[in-house]
């Protein structure tokens, strides 16, 4: 069965940071995609960030751009989002998803999420 488990959120302090990581067991993800969606309360789940097999191609979302850096180590079938000069607007549900390839969409694998709240 295929797994992706997020860990590393918490609650921190505006301008702080925090590192996402996200596991992948169940299936080999070679050739996959991966990348990270949130979910803020009262809004639609948007893309954050992903990144291609080879790490070679990275996209961001424009609210992000700057602050947070994806990237991935393959023989760990695991992806990272490290997350700085955090803002209150970047409390949300973070989600890993894996995919064959860019864009991810709800059909693809997806987590169960981890809260990241920012506080002012």
């Known amino acids: 069965q295929v797994q992706l488990v997020e860990s590393g959120g918490g609650l921190v302090q505006a301008g702080g940071s925090l590192r996402l990581s996200c596991a992948a067991s169940?299936?080999?993800?070679?050739?996959?995609?991966m990348g990270w969606f949130r979910q803020a309360p009262g809004k639609e789940r948007e893309f954050v960030a992903v990144i291609s097999w080879s790490g070679g191609s990275r996209s961001y979302a424009d609210s992000v751009k700057g602050r947070f850096t994806i990237s991935r180590d393959n023989a760990k079938n695991t992806v990272y989002l490290q997350m700085n000069s955090l803002k209150p607007e970047d409390t949300a549900v973070y989600y890993c998803v894996a995919g064959p390839r860019p864009p991810l969409t709800a059909r693809d694998y997806w987590g169960q999420g981890t809260q990241v709240t920012v506080s002012s």
């Open positions: 169940g299936r080999t993800f070679g050739g996959y995609a």
